[in-house]
T-cell receptor, first 119, second 111 residues
Framework: DGGITQSPKYLFRKEGQNVTLSCEQN?????MYWYRQDPGQGLRLIYY???????QKGDIAEGYSVSREKKESFPLTVTSAQKNPTAFYLC??????????????????FGDGTRLSIL | SQQGEEDPQALSIQEGENATMNCSYK?????LQWYRQNSGRGLVHLIL?????REKHSGRLRVTLDTSKKSSSLLITASRAADTASYFC???????????FGKGTMLLVSP
């Protein structure tokens, strides 16, 4: 079955440590996204990528980094510069938004998230 | 901010009753989408309504859109305990290539 796989499901970070969250999709989607969700809150966009080898900052990119070397993969690194990383992280993908300005964004498919906590 | 805002923040009903959630937004949009999130899981897309549509149905879901009031509503008819989840609206502002999500409505359906 096609879908998005996030791993690990739970992750713990020590002070001063960088950690990487994995996101893999086999939906053949061009666009991928990373969101952060805090308790009782909506989703805030961290980074997004519309095509391989290209990505843009979202609303809360500070303290995070990404790469998009393959269409299927969009890993997120939470760096030590992110002072409050405890949150639920969600990865999503969608078909190309190349025509988004005319047609609007298409539905996004989500993984089941990674819950990151500080040790 | 483009962000949509859902209302109410929380809603508690009995099985069989209808549930209505509202979403307001601030800018012109291409489309508006509704998603469901079960506790501890990712979001699942429910329905998309375009700016030139006024109403759309999908099974027990009915979505309306009023672009003059910049608002949308999601109606779940004959609710079931399995409908217990948080519901989010997401707006697609014209000129932007990303969605903006609201804070969600938490729906509890009791047997």
């Amino acid at each position: 079955d096609g879908g998005i796989t996030q791993s690990p499901k739970y992750l713990f970070r020590k002070e001063g440590q960088n950690v990487t969250l994995s996101c893999e999709q086999n939906l053949n989607h061009d666009a991928m996204y990373w969101y952060r969700q805090d308790p009782g809150q909506g989703l805030r966009l961290i980074y997004y990528s519309q095509i391989v080898n290209d990505f843009q900052k979202g609303d809360i990119a500070e303290g995070y980094s990404v790469s998009r070397e393959k269409k299927e993969s969009f890993p997120l690194t939470v760096t030590s510069a992110q002072k409050n990383p405890t949150a639920f992280y969600l990865c999503a993908s969608s078909i190309s938004v190349g025509q988004g300005l005319l047609l609007g964004n298409q539905p996004q498919h989500f993984g089941d998230g990674t819950r990151l906590s500080i040790l | 901010s483009q962000q949509g805002e859902e209302d109410p923040q929380a809603l508690s009903i009995q099985e069989g009753e209808n549930a209505t959630m509202n979403c307001s937004y601030k800018t012109s949009i291409n489309n508006l989408q509704w998603y469901r999130q079960n506790s501890g899981r990712g979001l699942v897309h429910l329905i998309l309504i375009r700016s030139n549509e006024r109403e759309k149905h999908s099974g027990r879901l009915r979505v309306t859109l009023d672009t003059s009031k910049k608002s949308s509503s999601l109606l779940i008819t004959a609710s079931r305990a399995a409908d217990t989840a948080s519901y989010f609206c997401a707006t697609d502002a014209r000129g932007y290539s990303t969605l903006t999500f609201g804070k969600g409505t938490m729906l509890l359906v009791s047997p």
